[in-house]
């Protein structure tokens, strides 16, 4: 049973940094794409960014690009979210994701969830 759990939201004001772990177990980590989704309030569950399992391809949301990156140590069966430059509208619950086969920015592909871990940004 593949589960992963997330680590690493908090309070921080507008402009500030946070960097977002997720640790797999029970899996072969390196065979999964990742990703992260978020969730604001009264809000569908978001796509954030996604990465590839041996080659680290990325893809990210346009909102996004620039202030935050995705990467994976296969070594240590994690994934990270760097978030830069964070504004009000990053306020949300962020989950990480795992699923095989082919990458998707659906969430309904993905076939693993953590319990999610809530970024709150004040302006």
């Known amino acids: 049973q593949v589960q992963l759990v997330e680590s690493g939201g908090g309070l921080v004001q507008a402009g500030d940094s946070l960097r977002l772990s997720c640790a797999a177990s029970?899996?072969?980590?390196?065979?999964?794409?990742m990703a992260w989704f978020r969730q604001a309030p009264g809000k569908e569950r978001e796509f954030v960014a996604r990465i590839s399992g041996l080659r680290a391809v990325t893809l990210y949301v346009e909102s996004v690009k620039g202030r935050f990156t995705i990467s994976r140590d296969n070594a240590k069966n994690t994934v990270y979210l760097q978030m830069n430059s964070l504004k009000p509208e990053d306020t949300a619950v962020y989950y990480c994701?795992?699923?095989?086969?082919?990458?998707?920015?659906?969430?309904?592909?993905?076939?693993?969830w953590g319990q999610g871990t809530q970024v709150t940004v004040s302006s």
């Open positions: 994701a795992a699923k095989s086969g082919f990458g998707s920015s659906d969430p309904t592909q993905y076939d693993y």
């Open positions: 029970g899996c072969t980590f390196s065979s999964y794409f």
